[in-house]
């Protein structure tokens, strides 16, 4: 099962600035205990402040995200990503940020029934069948509670003996601009063409499309 979460901010400059001529998205996202997903964007990137600037600056912003699962869910499985990152500049002065942030693997907890026929004796004494009921109905109570408690302990020790790079891991969006060209991205981010290709097609690169790059400091 997928899951889509967006998440909209909009971003303030101090100056009116020309154009966003560069941008990308890192994430920091990760799943916690008691089902939270929790972490950072951080989106940067470099701007011209109007259209003859030659020169451009840098900006850079870090958005907490936190969002809580389910308990219905079960979570080991589970891979946390971006699935989608545009942004538009506002009056020259706010920059709009949309990303869709993609749970992906979840599946629901199957639920245990406990079930027990009960014998009826023909001409059995109306107070034995009674008690005989009250006794089926505490021993069924009983394995219930039994296999509750024993589902909670699984849930509780899922995420114990996990390494922590096993999780999650981090990526960047990037955004291609006019002035990109695939030697110029591997430069950017020290990345082989084997590694960039491994999660893009570059045959299909052209400015606005979002380019997927794995962060070798988290390898």
Do not use: C, W
Not at 18 to 33: A, C, D, G, Q, Y
Not at 108 to 136: S, Y
């Amino acid at each position: 099962m997928k899951k889509l979460i967006p998440f909209q901010k909009e971003l303030s400059f101090d100056n009116k600035i020309h154009e966003i001529s560069s941008i990308s998205l890192e994430h920091t996202l990760k799943l916690n205990e008691g089902n939270q997903i929790s972490g950072e964007f951080i989106v940067s990137g470099t701007y011209k402040l109007t259209e003859a600037s030659i020169n451009v600056d840098p900006f850079e912003y870090i958005l907490p995200f936190s969002i809580s699962i389910d308990k219905k869910y079960e979570t080991k499985n589970i891979n946390v990503d971006i699935n989608d990152f545009y942004y538009e500049l506002v009056n020259n002065q706010i920059l709009s940020i949309n990303i869709e942030v993609v749970i992906d693997n979840l599946e629901e907890k199957e639920e245990t029934f406990v079930t027990k026929e009960k014998t009826v004796i023909p001409n059995e004494p109306e107070d034995i069948r009674e008690e005989t009921t009250n006794e089926e109905n505490q021993e069924e109570t009983e394995t219930v509670s039994k296999t509750e408690n024993e589902n909670t302990e699984t849930t509780k020790s899922i995420f114990e003996n996990l390494d922590e790079n096993e999780r999650y891991a981090v990526y960047k969006v990037h955004v291609v601009t006019e002035n990109d060209t695939v030697e110029s991205i591997l430069q950017k981010y020290q990345i082989t063409k084997e590694e960039l290709e491994a999660y893009n097609d570059l045959n299909d690169m052209q400015m606005g499309s979002k380019l997927i790059i794995k962060d070798n400091e988290n390898k």
